[in-house]
């Protein structure tokens, strides 16, 4: 098991779900960037629990708390820890899952891989809970990039049946990605929020949960970043976007829809515009032969349901081996997407920082 | 740019499409292993172009010769270095391009980043012909793992508007996996390959080419593989699966399927049966919290129809800058799927092997 | 810059001398290893200041404490964070230095490096005060390698002109290891203390400091561990080593001894003792080919005298350019080494665990 | 086991003594450097055995072909793979020491990690023939860093009882490194070459061996690369350093004759010159805090006897597990140290240039 990832830029996430604290460390950072609190603040806050009925009704303030590598606001180009305090944390609600693993979760496995010593309270490390560093650590990201005119953005395309516009893949603006996640609920079309609302709302009120897909894109990317063979874009981006909780597939461009697709329809062709190369169509969402193009990078990642649902589930008591049903009594969110559109601009954010830093 | 992937197996592929010889060296690989050339080269030849008229009319034997690592036909535990001579090269084909990038290749990015110096006949570096060293060390790995019990193996799942059946998650035979992996044009339903070939055919006429998803899976797999965080078992297989040129997206079991879904639906509960803990259900392909769950392991991968078709096309001059048309005058496939199968499972295989190695 | 290390236990530390806390996250650690955490302390207690005249006035209590990945005192498998709050940092007495390079210290190329962003005071993420991030995970490190019956001791060889005893390469006992990690002066002939002491004393009076030779061993290793090329015990350990502040040389075996040197003098050759292959000499301390050999692991680190001394030294002003006198006026030790052994010893544990890891 | 190095430019290196080839792939280099072919075999020559009666008298021509990477002489940004073929093996002269291990070699510990499945063959993959790729690839490391500046030289600083001078740390010159390294006997002092010419023929006639110290310089480098930590300049070329058969000890400036010296007399002070800070002295070696200072980098090796020796040796029969007497038959070095100095240079311009790539 690997909480580490990054070539150039190094973090390293800590914690458990109902540990004393989790955190990370960023290794690698340049010297001489003034972070703006603030901005760093309001992702967490896009981040964290309990706003709404969307999301589980934990409440956690979710503070960063600086411990090394910044001086007068400014990086120092030493690691840059942080620790976030867990407040909230009501840990005799999984007494009953220590021997009975929660279906389509991390609990079985890893209880066969850690032979039950796993801190399983809240899903432990594996809790959705550890995203929170990786929030911030992109928000530090994001903020290294904007210096260099990268802009990042995400938003949720699908909810289960209910759908925002997409990204025009050739033509997306950095004032459109610094629209969609300056917003609490990510989207694009504003009428599609109360309509994803109710679809999570209905689950919701069914002790269910729903899936959907988020996409990301990121405008301001010189051409060249990346490579081929095993340094691709796609290939680092996916590392760590699989590393979000309940992310099961990730797609740059058309992706899957490229399967029904011809070239003639899909190419996308050159032309010169106002003295410079540029693509007439962005169909391969900014990559070509693992590089990026120039053109914006896009691509989307499907997120499963919540596993975690109040409606009783067959399962098995690890301990007595005999079959059992389990009814999961702790604070559930309905559908995550909405908390994790911030986690998935932080996953696409510290990619790229690491791959410029090359 | 790296062309150097795995963290305890580390492969290492170099050569260009029209140079002097391709080749790879695997580094870490477990001494005392009896390597079967034959299964090496059956690989291989799936993989080998020019045998019918779905892939390029060039005619490569693609015979592996080793240079170290093997003694007796036994691994000796030092690095397995291997070449592949390029016999049957047209360089003067690839005149034009020189300053006329292909759409939707690596060509312009490539420029970018190597300012000129890359080697554009064939591709280069960047031409699939790159993923004949990925066969033979995947061919090498497949044989290790099956010697663990663990078995590999693709189809394709759909070429244009033709499928295939596809795997039944929850219950796939190793023989199954043999069996599509023994085929040169792999497919669970033999009356899919037809229609497949009809389907290319027509696409070839048309001076084009097709997308499509290749399906792999892998069975015998023990529980607990894998990590969260950074070390998932999708994170390093997408890894490698995008080094495939052409791949454009990688899910785990539903993937974007998830999207659409509700928790009660589609949640992997458990029971016991014959004493063990099985899934009811394999929705996830294998894959909970980022570790294997004991059931098979199944993903699919996009691929994008070949960049490169006969057909004009509109491109640049990065000379003159100034528009043009293009037309490319080498062999290419109109459909990469069939010559890609054993390139999936062998970086299916390589992953494995290098995730089971720690 | 780069604070993270170990390929299958990846150690990150942080933390400036005088900033809030420093610490380290330990990934990758087995699950289900009960700690000891007197055992800890008491390495934690080895390295601290403050004991006596050899080391530093700055009285650091020096505890640990651990954030994540301890249950009920049990490893979970999850990254084990941890924390060290500092408590007593006078940071006025470095105001001169933030132009004023100190002699033989990281100032100057870490002024380059970061331009002037970093940490100055104390030394900040420079300091030696970082070592006791290491040692916490050290004593980890020993506990996990005690369960599997290896010692890892050291001593001072040499402080000045004094001398302990030193090892009998082909004849460590695991009890003489554990009683030299179980002094707070760590020499073998208890008789050496003094002389070393009164060697410490004389440079202290002198307002100067003085260099020495660090000592180590670890025992009950397989044969096998590490490997050829760049995968050498030696260069694996060393990588670690030169981390500490200070060492400017490591050797193995009789090292630099080699040089005037024959074969026939100091091969080591191989018995039948007991049915087992014994080597008859330990000249190689314990590495054959990059390779443990069975034979106790012996090596020996040069540290440089603590460049800070009260003395004046000549320096330049970095902002005025010119030439000028530093007087440095902080709490330093007149000798490092006493403190440095629970580091070096921390140092060839989490090396050695890393390589069993494998 | 792992025969790969580098963070930025990988190098894998494979190929056994007695096997078909030997080569590298260098993984990572820069586009568009030409490469002076004549530079690289005068290396390669300086490495090959047979000149004469220091080194063993197998002849081996040892010219590199290119496979891939290079274009019409110059760098194209894929890897850049090279083999050499054996020519002259003879390995019948191997047959005894299967089963019987040669003292201070790799033989045992590899029997023990590899079950008797590593070719043995001339010392197989353990071979300081290995070295020959090492110095292809630094010889090409040296070129990328002449374009910058920056010049890497080493001499024999002892063999035996012989000295040739030092160099003087805080003043050596470009030409100084370019004149050493042109010599196929690299010494500063020609009057020493003589008499280490004597002193290996001593030992030669002896059926013995002798070790020796290499001392290897680079200046033109700037300020602030590498970092501390676990990034230091020092551990850094260590860990390619003791991947160099028979080297047993790395030290920089002083290294272990800071044992014995104070602070006040070894301590580096500034002072400025022309306007620019320099160092009064160097006795770190060129590296503070793990970075480097600016200037001249200054290190040494010290490597053992060559093991291999034509005179009765106590070893053991590994299948027999009793007690015998080795005669090593083969062609063996009496003084490995006048070929390995052009492998130490490339060690350290690899090291170099793969933090300069950061």
Redesign the interface.
């Known amino acids: 098991?690997?909480?580490?990832?990054g070539?150039?830029i190094?973090?390293?996430?800590?914690?458990?779900s109902h540990?004393?604290?989790?955190?990370c460390?960023i290794?690698?950072l340049p010297?001489?960037v003034k972070l703006d609190m603030d901005k760093i603040y309001f992702d967490m806050a896009r981040r964290a629990p309990g706003k709404d009925k969307t999301s589980t009704p934990r409440l956690e303030k979710d503070i960063p708390h600086?411990?090394?590598?910044l001086?007068d606001g400014?990086?120092?180009?030493?690691?840059?820890?942080m620790?976030i305090e867990n407040t909230n944390t009501k840990s005799k609600d999984y007494k009953d899952i220590m021997t009975v693993?929660r279906?389509?979760?991390?609990?079985?496995?890893?209880f066969?891989?850690?032979?039950g010593?796993?801190?399983v309270r809240g899903g432990?490390?594996?809790s959705a809970r550890?995203t929170a560093p990786i929030v911030f650590a992109g928000a530090v990201a994001k903020q290294i990039l904007d210096e260099k005119g990268i802009t990042v953005g995400a938003h949720i395309k699908?909810?289960?049946?209910v759908f925002d516009e997409a990204f025009d893949m050739n033509c997306i603006s950095a004032q459109l990605l610094k629209n969609v996640s300056s917003k609490t609920f990510s989207v694009i079309d504003d009428g599609a929020e109360q309509k994803m609302r109710d679809e999570i709302e209905k689950?919701r009120l069914?002790l269910?949960?729903?899936?959907?897909?988020i996409e990301c894109a990121a405008v301001g990317l010189?051409?060249?970043l990346g490579?081929?063979?095993?340094?691709?874009v796609?290939?680092?981006l996916?590392?760590?976007?699989?590393?979000i909780?309940a992310?099961?597939?990730?797609?740059?461009?058309?992706?899957?829809?490229?399967?029904?697709?011809?070239?003639?329809a899909?190419?996308?062709?050159?032309?010169?515009n106002d003295?410079k190369?540029c693509l007439?169509s962005n169909?391969?969402?900014g990559v070509?032969?693992?590089?990026?193009?120039?053109a914006p990078l896009v691509l989307?990642v499907?997120?499963?349901?919540?596993?975690s649902?109040a409606?009783p589930?067959?399962?098995?008591d690890?301990e007595k081996?005999?079959?059992t049903t389990l009814e999961i009594k702790g604070r559930h969110d309905p559908c995550i997407l909405p908390r994790a559109v911030p986690v998935v601009e932080s996953a696409v954010a510290l990619g790229i920082l690491d791959m410029l830093?090359?």
Do not use: W
């Open positions: 098991m690997s909480s580490v990832i070539k150039n190094r973090l390293s996430v800590f914690g458990e540990g004393e604290a989790i955190g460390v290794d690698g010297a001489g600086i411990l090394s590598g001086l400014v990086t120092t180009g030493a690691p840059l820890a620790i693993p279906p389509s979760h991390s609990d079985y496995p890893a066969v891989k850690f032979g010593n796993n801190d432990g490390h594996f550890l699908q909810i289960g049946e689950y069914d269910n949960s729903v899936g959907g897909i010189p051409a060249g490579g081929n063979m095993f340094d691709t796609e290939g680092r996916s590392e760590i976007l699989f590393g909780p992310v099961k597939g990730v797609q740059f461009g058309l992706g899957f829809g490229f399967a029904a697709e011809n070239a003639k899909v190419n996308d062709c050159y032309e010169i003295g190369v007439k169909n391969n969402g070509l032969g693992g590089m990026t193009s120039g989307s499907a997120m499963k349901p919540t596993p649902i409606a589930q067959d399962s098995v690890l081996m005999e079959n830093s090359e």
